[in-house]
């Protein structure tokens, strides 16, 4: 089956067609933002810290959540190997903001390292 990273819903979730990661992002109302499966299949999930995620517009391969900060959209995006995060700022104002400073995700059912590099 050739790789089809356009998004479909799939219960509570949104997820690529066909995917060489097993990835899904959230369809909004919660803090879930996405998730990725391991070769174990146990999920690990990256949840928005900032409050309750808007039902994103989906085009394709991306999901788009707006205004998840004033002045700030996310975009997730399946890709062949997994997925991406592109942070939309849209004006001076957001683009000024303290928030930016230090924007994340958490990261749950995983154990993360640094590494030196």
């Known amino acids: 089956m050739p790789v089809d990273t356009t998004l479909a819903p799939v219960g509570e979730w949104l997820e690529p067609v066909a995917s060489v990661a097993p990835v899904r992002f959230s369809s909004g109302g ?8 391991t070769e174990t299949g146990e999920w690990v999930s990256e949840r928005w810290p900032y409050g309750t995620l808007p039902v994103p517009t989906v085009d394709g391969d991306t ?55």
Request: proline share 2%.
């Open 30 to 37: 919660s803090d879930q933002l996405a998730q990725v499966q």
């Open 63 to 117: 999901a788009t959540y707006t205004e998840v900060l004033p002045g700030v959209d996310l975009k997730m995006i399946a890709t062949v190997t997994g997925q991406m995060a592109v942070y939309v700022v849209k004006n001076e104002k957001a683009a000024r903001s303290s928030r930016l400073d230090d924007l994340h995700v958490v990261i749950e059912g995983a154990d993360l390292t640094k590494g030196a590099n």
